[in-house]
DNA sequence: CGTCCGTCCGACCGTTCGGTAGATTCGCCC
DNA sequence: GGGCGAATCTACCGAACGGTCGGACGGACG
């Protein structure tokens, strides 16, 4: 059977759309470049999304959905508060370090790089806020030290994100190349190790050694 | 005197082509669209700067330049070292704060937004080797923890660039407006106490009570 | 007054872009 | 095998883009 949609055109587009969209932002993106890498015809593109938005739309949402379900997952999971925070950070790194292009594409719509439409991002809303309650949470109960949760949490995906999209352009030889297995343990320990010194109160008194098995 | 070129037209070329630079990246950037609302022709914009790409060098290098200025102030001038940790990550913040333009573009520069160029940003680079130095020098004597510096600096500044070009769109309740002060405040106070509590040692020993004036 | 120069303008050019129209191929089901 | 719809092709379009050209304006200077 193998025909030329082996593993159907549309998604083979929108993993091209992807990288695409990575590299060269929503207006750098050329339509005929992507159907010249897939191995198709430009119009053959609006066969499958009526305009370029809707294509870039389908690419957004999809990384959108996917992460959204990950972290989710991780949150409603058994475990301590402690515990939790440590996997969640490394789920979300790692889900970093895996889908670098879809975090650059989060990052540009951001900025503000798609043309008349600020709203959408409504799933990153409410995973932000999921996270910011589980920890307030976890300070009522005097687990975590009182920090600005919302705060901590923005700063970690500013973090994440920058590591992996922007710092190799600044300290290449800090960064390895992309994907690099010991870069992205060596950024995992040290994001873990900065929300653990936010979270734990200044004495000692609950969180470190819970969370020095790290 | 005053001509039609009241402030200098190529200044507020420049000045026009940063806000559109920033909102919209290198390709979003329309030439037309500066020159009408620089209130001039667009072929006058070729009269200054030989191409587009040359209008977004200097665009770029004047940021980084004065972005390089306001910090080596700052790290040269006198005071411990904890001081002058604090009133680095101010100065940092304020130049970000009055600036988010500027910084918008610096982030867009470094997710590869400019076609054939990745050089460039030099100053960056040794500005962020220079900061971590320094940091490593504080270890030495023991006055911080032993952290990775370059990894404090790059996460600090994904995190503050984070907080003030993107965040407002996933947390628009928690981020002020632009320019607000009362969030750039916030914003302010929450990474000095992130930076602190990663440079400070777990038992209090020599940190803590001396930065603790923030 | 003439002319020189920095500044700016109106009109235009070649290319490329996103998008459309219509024909053709291919697999599938009756 | 004939009809049908999905998928893909070739060919083309109007608009918008970055960039060029030659000249007009106006002050400075001799």
């Known amino acids: 059977m193998r025909t030329s949609a082996e593993r ?17 932002g929503y207006h750098g993106m050329r339509l005929h470049r992507i159907a010249e890498r897939v191995g198709i015809q430009k119009a053959s593109l609006f066969h499958y999304f009526p305009s370029k938005e809707h294509l870039y739309r389908a690419v957004l949402d999809e990384g959108l959905d996917e992460t959204e379900q990950t972290l989710r997952q991780v949150i409603d999971a058994e475990g301590t508060p402690l515990e939790k925070i440590r996997l969640l950070v490394e789920a979300y790194v790692d889900m970093v370090a895996v ?7 989060l990052l540009r719509q ?42 901590l949490v923005l700063g970690v995906v500013g973090m994440v994100a920058f590591f992996f999209t922007s710092a190799p352009v600044l300290a290449p030889a800090w960064c390895g190349h992309e994907g690099n297995a010991t870069s992205i343990n060596k950024i995992k320990r040290h994001v873990v190790e900065v929300v653990r010194r936010c979270l734990e109160f200044g004495d000692h008194r609950v969180a470190a ?4 098995t790290v």
Chains 1, 2 share one sequence.
């Not at 993993?15 to 590299?23: K, Q, T």
């Not at 709203?119 to 990153?124: E, F, I, P």
């Not at 050694?209 to 020095?212: D, N, Q, R, V, Y």
């Open 8 to 24: 159907g055109t549309r998604e083979r587009i929108l993993e091209v759309a992807e990288a695409s969209l990575a590299d060269d």
């Open 99 to 105: 889908h670098p292009g879809r975090t650059k594409i």
């Open 110 to 151: 951001s900025l503000g790089d798609v043309p008349s439409g600020d709203q959408q991002t409504l799933g990153a809303q409410r995973l932000l806020s999921a996270v910011a309650k589980f920890i307030s949470e976890g300070q009522r109960a005097q687990i975590f030290a009182p920090i600005d949760p919302v705060a």
């Open 209 to 212: 050694a819970k969370l020095a």
